[in-house]
Each structure stands twice: as C-alpha cells, then as structure tokens.
C-alpha cells in the first residue's frame, strides 16, 4: 500500500469514527454551541471514551457538559497557536486523534471589577462540573498557587483544570498599582441567571438538553480576558517584576497551554525536532520518574494598548502547546495523574523572558 492510499485509508477510519459520535450528547453540545463544522473539527482532533459518548437525549450528564467545554477550549487554543495547529493537522493526516490531558490557566488574587478575584472566577464553574481539587502546589519564587482539578467522574479520560492563582500582594506597591488599573474594568461574563443553572447542575448532577445547550457558551466564554484595554506602561511595569502577571494582562484567563499526553515522549520530540519545530530543548522528569514532560515554545501574538491615549499594537507571548507523558503508579495500570514539582520552571518559561530565568529556577510546581 502506498504512503498516500495509507493515509486515505486512516483518514476514512477517522471520518467513520466522528460519525459514530454525531448522535451523542456532547456532539449535541458542541453543535449547538459552536456550529457543525467546529463539532465535527473537536472530534476528528480529540479522543473521547465511549463512556462520555451517550446518545443524545433530553438530558445532559455534567460528565458531557465538561466533555464538550473542554474540547471547546481546545479548539481555541489550535486557533491561537499555529504550532498546535500543526500539529494537530500531522496527526488528522494519520488518522490519530490526541488525548487531551490537562488545560492551564492563570487567575489574580486581587479585586477584579465585576469578576470575582483570583481563581474563583474558574471554580466557580468547575465545581457543579464536578470538579475537585486533587492538590496544591506553592509557587514561592514565582509569587503564586498553582491547583489542580480532577472530574470526579472520569478522572482520567477527562482533561483535568491546573488553575494557579497570582498573588499581587508579594510584589511592590507599583506594581500593585498596576494590576489594579488593569483589572478594574473586569467583566463578569456569568449573568445571575446562568449561575443559578450551575446550581442547579451542582444540585442534581446533570440538566435538560436545552439549559446544558444554553450554558456551554457562556461557560467558554469565562476561559478569556474579562478586562479591557490598558497603558502599555502599566504592561512594562507588571513585566518587570512578573511575566506572568504580564502574560494575564494580555490574555486573562485564556488556556496559558493545552496538553496532549502522549505514549512515548521522547519519539514525539524526535518527530517535531525533524520537522524544524520550535520545541523545548529539555524534557522535565518528576522526581517520581513518571511524569515527563515538554512543550512547543510559546505563539508571539499581536495586542493592543493604550499609549497617552493613542492606540498601539506590540508583540507579546501568546499560548503554547505542551505534551505529557504519564507512568501507571502501579500493577493497577492507574496513570500518575499528578502534577510534579520539578517540572515547573521549565513549563513556565515558555511564556517568560529570559530576565525572568534565573528567578524562577528551581521553582515548585506543574503545570
């Protein structure tokens, strides 16, 4: 067989199974929310357990509902970042789909307008999704929390949330004043009406077809920037003490990077590497050995500012994509779904300058 009729064979395999998904719930779901094309994208990208693949019917598991938010989120991030588009296009060629590991965003531990502070602008939603916070991860050099969330649910087979939380606090009272002024005119794209939806989702574990169908919009649009345009003198001050709270001025509460998790990490870095690809010159390994991971290095994106009141455009560090692979703990075959300490400095440098290095070495936590 040809490498062509080999790829045809595999592709055709792959449109056979997004179509054995179309009848279900969280095709349903991402139907309705984002249109048929974008469903049939997620599916064709993103592996999903058949467990999560119910017939579609007049009510919504919150397994479903999270299912069909989190391959929402990951098409953004394919949208954002070229390389994770790419990327993902090799593996649709081969008739492959990833398996989405773990989302990472950052939230400020500060008065946000009319957002709650820090990360229970995210917990909010995670929680009645069935959500549970698995462990804590202190980040003292970079002045933040990190947290992972787990679904209750399909603890494995559903991407889990690793939400780190800023402390302005820790920083000087400039720099405090600026995260201030870039905060204050925070939105809160949650009306009074879909928080009680989550209630109710919290309540009984699950919602009618047309409450989960309304929801899931509104629930993507909490993973973005809330806030609006900023002096980019403000952006070089943040910037000075913090990328990351720089990172957050820029893109709020975007996906920071998505996560494939992957068999063998070192032939994925091998193929990448061959392709000319931007990736990490490191693999990170747990102290535990089994979790290793890596990352493309960060998208530059074009944002706005505000300059003595004229608009400008600079180029700052956009999203990234990043690849995990994960050991069983033991003769059970369970993944270590832990989030490793060791790991930390390397990840968050694929969004930080190199000033920033030297200060985050050696630094506590995972993403």
Not at 33 to 51: C, N, S, T
Not at 54 to 59: L, P
Not at 119 to 135: H, N, W
Not at 234 to 255: K, P, R, V
Request: glycine fraction near 8%; proline fraction near 5%.
């Amino acid at each position: 067989m040809s490498e062509r009729a080999g790829e045809l064979k595999a592709q055709n395999a792959l449109s056979l199974r997004v179509a054995e998904a179309a009848g279900s719930g969280v095709f349903a779901l991402l139907r309705g929310a984002l249109g048929l094309d974008a469903a049939q994208a997620a599916f064709e990208r993103l592996h999903v357990v058949p467990g999560l693949l119910k017939a579609a019917g007049e009510r919504v598991s919150r397994a479903e509902l999270t299912q069909a938010l989190n391959m929402a989120l990951f098409l953004d991030v394919t949208q954002r970042v070229p390389m994770a588009a790419a990327y993902v296009a090799d593996l649709q060629r081969e008739g492959l789909q990833l398996v989405f590991d773990h989302g990472a965003l950052r939230t400020v531990a500060w008065p946000s307008g009319a957002l709650p502070p820090g990360e229970a602008a995210i917990t909010r939603v995670l929680r009645p999704l069935g959500f549970t916070m698995a462990a804590t991860y202190p980040l003292p050099r970079l002045k933040m929390t990190g947290r992972a969330w787990r679904h209750a649910d399909f603890p494995e087979d559903i991407a889990q949330f690793f939400v780190s939380e800023l402390h302005p606090e820790r920083f000087s009272g400039s720099f405090q004043g600026a995260v201030t002024r870039v905060l204050s005119t925070s939105r809160d794209p949650l009306t009074p009406a879909d928080l009680a939806v989550l209630e109710q989702l919290a309540r009984d574990g699950d919602l009618p077809m047309a409450a989960a169908s309304a929801l899931l919009p509104r629930l993507v649009g909490c993973f973005a920037r809330q806030h609006g345009l900023f002096e980019a003198d403000d952006y070089q001050a943040l910037l000075a003490e913090s990328a990351e709270m720089a990172w957050i001025a820029t893109e709020g509460n975007a996906f920071n990077h998505a996560t494939d998790r992957v068999a063998d990490i070192d032939a994925v870095v091998a193929a990448q590497r061959a392709l000319e690809r931007p990736v990490k010159d490191t693999i990170e390994t747990s102290a535990t050995g089994r979790v290793r991971q890596t990352a493309f290095k960060a998208a530059r994106v074009m944002r706005e500012f505000l300059d003595r009141g004229q608009r400008v455009m600079l180029e700052v560090p956009g999203s990234f994509h990043e690849f995990i692979q994960r050991a069983p703990l033991d003769e059970s075959g369970a993944l270590d779904l832990a989030f490793d300490a060791g790991n930390a400095t390397g990840i968050f440098k694929m969004t930080a300058g190199a000033a920033t290095d030297a200060d985050t070495a050696g630094e506590a936590a995972s993403c």
